[in-house]
């Protein structure tokens, strides 16, 4: 601004005002989801076993840890480098970010994705809490971050085959990209693991209550701050009223989806049990807000309070499902809130988004997308994760010995109990 | 000597703590405990109901003289009581011998403060 | 900005800008102020006992996601329309917002708005914890958002009557609009309950010590921080350097009123009662936040720091007279807190408003409208609370069974409890 | 807006809406610091007693309050003031503070400042935990926040005389001016109080573990999300393209220290102890956000990896040190964390700072100015410490008597416990 | 009347109360103990190993008639046992006097439902 | 056999347990217990004192062989002593059975390890 006063001068600042802006949105909504990671941890923690905090905690810690190094490292590129293997993920390269080019500087797009990454990893903790072996879960959540997340990410935010179809997929925030990969990811460890001891006698499914119940409803409240930077954060922009009304739109339609599926979930669990159940009604949150986070910028507000009431409903049906008819051991509900839901959620976008969906008069373009994005992701969630999975037990174990598990994992594994 | 526990509802100690000082019995021990018995509680998580008999209850473990046992037992029959499955129970059995950490007095007399009580 | 540059291509970009930035700082803002819903939840859940914790924890979430619903339905049009009713309310209209114009869009107006509405819904909770019938409480929630807030909030923020006076009525982010019609109302529900069992005997107040100490401390920093939310949050721009002056203002002065509310309460509550009490303190911040809340825009640092030490002072007072002398049983404080500091807050903006207040030569003018709009406002939410409560009370009934209340609501109400 | 566009008045509205978004910026990363005072209060409270809760956290809860107003009254004057005393100190003067100008409104820079100094302040709470008697330490914290961290912060901060040096002394975000400052007068106070009984039997030092592990965790999670306010936000700006490169880069290398020292404090404690201890790898975190806050913005992301890594092992060995051969009794560690990686995160910007760096050909002037300033001011907070505690000792008094020590500060000094 | 207090590992809690139960002993009280016994965990608090011996253990106490002593031992006896160290241990001890609170029954009587046993 | 229960302060388990390993007496079950007895803390919650005599003691239960009780108190006697009022009790009762889960060993050899003690 020393120089001499022109339009152009005048213009170029203009620009600049609108990046800063830009780039302070992304800050302090990475600093939002950042902070989900501590909403993981305690939503886990809560739904668990005292004798195993100190262990799910450390396991939320670390994943973040090592998963912002990796992703760094290499996994960036595979998700944001140019085109290859024909979309199916980017070029590898070293700690290398100018291979993308937007509207912010290119470390700040970083850090956001970074904490993006991270979330995924950590959901698959509170499906494997209460038996996994602590290196192997460290292992685990270093190929994530590296791998897997990154090149099913890039089909569809890095340029890859999913965001090149005619009508490209449509997931804003991640409820698919993010979520769902997290939480069939998830799905895979808990089969592979095996249920806790005493989770089942025979045909029938105890329950196995979580030590602390209000450290789930602060982890809960904690995501759902971190969702107000998780979706309207990923407009990657709120310069220009364009980008101001839509960031304000995500904000509604996000909270809209929370607050109904918190309100379904309640009334449902108690129409089925007769009780309205809090752990439900904190999952209800989570799932109204994992569906709404693929449609959050093209559904209307209205259209997000169904999405978030079906995700309620669902939640409770795919809980009781997994658990009593699958005998798939989740204990923390990861796999129905972020892979149920996360599914859910990306396919109603097919008929909820305004303009393109179906009920909107879109034909079924959209959704055919959307079940086409969903499946191949799914697909590939599930093998990768299967298959890793497998090599780790084969490998290195997965599973803690039955004494350590018994008398919990935290003091045999870190010599730490949580509480004294 | 006897020792007297007594396994109250959680909601009756303060009752029951007064009645005993009315009683004149100021010294007891109590902690948390859990019981089974008749009365059944529904619990349930994320949709599994696990039926419990668990049920928060208060022990009390008083150790009194031979000569308080009545008026202590009577003091938290009356106080402890609500007329519905659940109240508790009280056990009574013989203490051999008694010291008291501070002075190293023993028997009956570490259970009284002289000059307090004759 | 592809246009050929002119000067009013590039005013229009500047104007832009300038919405960009309000509608990031309200979107911030607003997800500070959404947080205080955990900070509410964790000060009521600490300082009330652990077989209520669930049910403490629910209501807390309940009352935002029923009030986000309900305010985005139609509490919004109640309180934002146009002016009906001679400035009583505004015309009520079903999910409309662009009633309002402003300066940013009107989504971003109206999430800001709805995390206000839920503040003044959850203020209620604690007053009537540990022994309100959980349903009833839902009904109390959802007409707190619909009807009563938004009405009185329309005389003042709406451009009702008391907007409308000569001078003014001045409450800058709600001592009086939130706070006390949130505290006064929480006095009328705790009236129509009556105390917990054991709470008095005869004459005696007795002590039912709050569970967990660390939660409400806990509780007490989140809602410290959700307050730079919500009063910098409330001049909803950020954009120019009046705005941007007066922000940092706001911030200074909310600040140094929290901080000199628990220094006052801390040194009363130690001369009094022989010791400092960290509840008293922690309440103590609450109470000067409060009480700064109307006027921190106009009044001086100093006047921030004598307003928030009067607030202290007439906190502890305020929760040991309306235990010990009215035995009205509130047990975190929700009335001395926000019904009584609200109130003197307001009051005392007539005082040391900067320009208008009688310290500063303003003459009474400001002060005899603080007092009409106090008043005023007080008794629309006493009444309406006190109808609300009779008719729930004669209908759906308010209070849980003795048996349930003294076993506690959390396994008889919602069959979890909160430890195991 | 209203007046006549020409160019002028369009530059001058650009410049005011960079001055806009440069308040944003500060605020909202204000805000952000200001949690971290939640952050250190559940740290020190997870990792203390159970019998000492509710004192340690009040101690946090009153530096901030004790210290936001002194630090507005004088200790801002102090820090900022004009140069007095050949760079000293800045000249005195009571709630002053158009003595500072810069691009924001000066009530930013003043919360700003303000928040980091009750970082300082509460950094020592820490260290003497479990035995302090509550008015000593309110002395305490008036004291360093009026004068012992406002003077040695002009130094760097206030253009005192290390700021004027040649090659200037470079501490960006307060790796040795807010953290080393804090961390080494919670040394002296360790110091000067002595061990809690039972801590050191003969040469043998024994575990005293927290009591609630959890808190620590949730605890060190908020202090990261604070950093993401402490160290960005010292840039004091964001608008222009230079400034949001600059945050976006120090978000980023801020991350990865914190990763970094994680991932080195599991693996070593790992190696030495046989188990991965939680404890450390939380301490770690810390360790590595402490040391890279000086250097931010100068070294490169691997070298923030680098720092944050040698920080995690420094930690670990430091802690072990000053528990088992000196027997300093720091019940959290505050000295190993904020003193000695304070000291080193600040000496490692001489090797690793981009440009002026040894590493980077930068020659050993950076290196030697670094040491000039960890040195002063490292003698100043041992200085000033040694002697306020020693002076507090001999009249007022310190330590709390033995049977309240053993029994419990929270019921004897505050009447209340924690947990009921 | 028996008194039988039974310390036994926290994760065959489950397992026993079956046991007990199958045994037809449906009233009894427990809380969490911790234990010095034969079994040493390390445990370590940022470098410092404490050596403890201290191991989380439920203690059930069970007043019952005499002659359900033994069918009460046993069942704890074989559900409670994993063979390794640390499996627990089983006192018996006489009681004086059991009384119920809600009705006042005393004796036998106190310890079993008129009418559900004979 | 004899039970010997000992509520002691808290903050004097770690020297009662080093004095009972000293005198040979390795095994013991322990908990948390409040108690009412002579001392009074006074407590205060947001303005209303709550007079409580609520204290938290640790109580230790330890079952011994008849020859050991009297090392065992006077141990206890010695560590849990502070000479200020509420240092505690010491109650003796008789068990008349003991069972080792693991072993099945019942009676005195339940209550040592054979070849480590003769
Ligand atoms: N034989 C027993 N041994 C130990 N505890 C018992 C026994 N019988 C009852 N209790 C305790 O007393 C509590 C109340 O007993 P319960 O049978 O439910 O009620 P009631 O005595 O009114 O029929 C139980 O929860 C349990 O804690
Ligand atoms: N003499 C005793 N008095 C009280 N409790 C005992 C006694 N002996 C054992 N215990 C309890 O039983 C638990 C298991 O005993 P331990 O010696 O470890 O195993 P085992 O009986 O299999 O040899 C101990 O942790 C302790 O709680
Ligand atoms: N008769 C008793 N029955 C059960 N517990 C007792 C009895 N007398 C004392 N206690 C326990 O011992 C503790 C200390 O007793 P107290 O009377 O305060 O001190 P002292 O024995 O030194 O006079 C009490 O808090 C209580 O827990």
């Given at each position: 601004m020393e120089d001499a006063l022109t339009l152009d001068t005048l213009a170029k600042s203009a620009a600049d005002m609108a990046m800063s802006i830009d780039t302070i949105w992304v800050l302090v909504t990475a600093a939002l989801v950042f902070f989900m990671q501590a909403g993981f941890a305690f939503v886990e923690a809560g739904f668990t076993r005292a004798k195993n905090t100190v262990n799910i905690l450390y396991k939320n810690l670390m994943d973040f840890a090592v998963g912002s190094i990796v992703f760094w490292a290499i996994g960036f590129s595979l998700m944001f480098g140019a085109n290859t293997a024909g979309g199916f993920m980017g070029s590898p390269s070293l700690?290398?970010?100018?291979?993308w080019k937007g509207g912010i500087p290119e470390e700040a797009f970083l850090i956001f994705q970074t904490v993006f990454a991270a979330t995924a990893a950590t959901i698959v903790s509170g499906a494997m809490a209460e038996r996994t072996e602590f290196k192997t879960y460290l292992v685990y959540s270093l190929i994530i971050s590296l791998l897997i997340y990154p090149i099913s990410g890039h089909w569809t935010w890095g340029g890859g085959w999913l965001a090149s179809m005619e009508t490209p997929f449509h997931d804003f925030a991640g409820s698919t990209v993010v979520h769902m990969v997290g939480g069939l990811i998830a799905l895979t460890g808990a089969i592979a693991l095996?249920?806790?001891?005493?989770?089942?006698s025979g045909k029938r499914a105890n329950a196995i209550p979580g030590h602390n119940i209000p450290y789930g409803a602060l982890g809960v409240f904690i995501l759902w701050l971190g969702w107000f930077g998780f979706n309207p954060g990923s407009q990657l922009a709120a310069s220009g009223s364009a980008n101001a009304t839509a960031i304000s739109h995500i904000f509604v339609t996000t909270n809209l989806a929370g607050a109904a599926g918190a309100i379904s979930a309640l009334l449902i669990s108690w129409i089925r049990f007769g009780k309205p159940s809090l752990s439900f009604a904190l999952n209800g949150v989570l799932a109204g807000l994992v569906a709404i986070t693929a449609g959050c910028d093209l559904v209307s507000d209205l259209g997000a309070i169904i999405i978030g009431t079906i995700a309620g409903v669902v939640l409770v049906y795919a809980v009781t499902f997994i658990d009593?008819?699958?005998?798939?051991?989740?204990p923390v509900g990861a796999v129905s809130v972020h892979g149920v839901c996360g599914a859910l959620g990306t396919i109603l976008v097919g008929f909820f988004a305004q303009g393109s969906g179906l009920f909107y008069g879109g034909g079924t373009a959209q959704l055919v997308s959307q079940l086409i994005g969903v499946g191949s992701t799914a697909i590939w969630a599930l093998a990768t994760g299967f298959v890793l999975f497998k090599v780790l037990k084969a490998t290195i174990g997965l599973r803690v010995p039955k004494r350590i598990e018994e008398e919990g994992l935290d003091i045999y594994e870190h010599g730490e109990s949580a509480y004294n | 000597m006897k020792k007297i526990e007594a396994i109250i509802r959680k909601t009756k100690f303060e009752e029951v703590r007064e009645a005993l000082l009315d009683a004149g019995i100021e010294f007891f021990s109590f902690w948390d405990v859990r019981g089974a018995g008749q009365t059944r509680e529904g619990r349930m998580y994320r949709g599994v109901v696990y039926d419990t008999s668990i049920i928060e209850r208060t022990l009390l473990s008083i150790i009194v003289r031979d000569k308080n046992v009545e008026k202590t037992v009577l003091a938290i029959m009356k106080a402890a009581r609500t007329g519905e499955i659940g109240d508790g129970k009280i056990f009574i059995s013989s203490i051999d011998e008694s010291y008291r950490?501070?002075?190293g007095e023993f028997g009956d007399e570490s259970l009284y403060i002289k000059g307090k009580e004759e």
């Open positions: 700690f290398n970010f100018d291979i095996g249920p806790r001891i005493g989770k089942y009593n008819v699958l005998h798939i051991d989740d | 950490i501070r002075t």
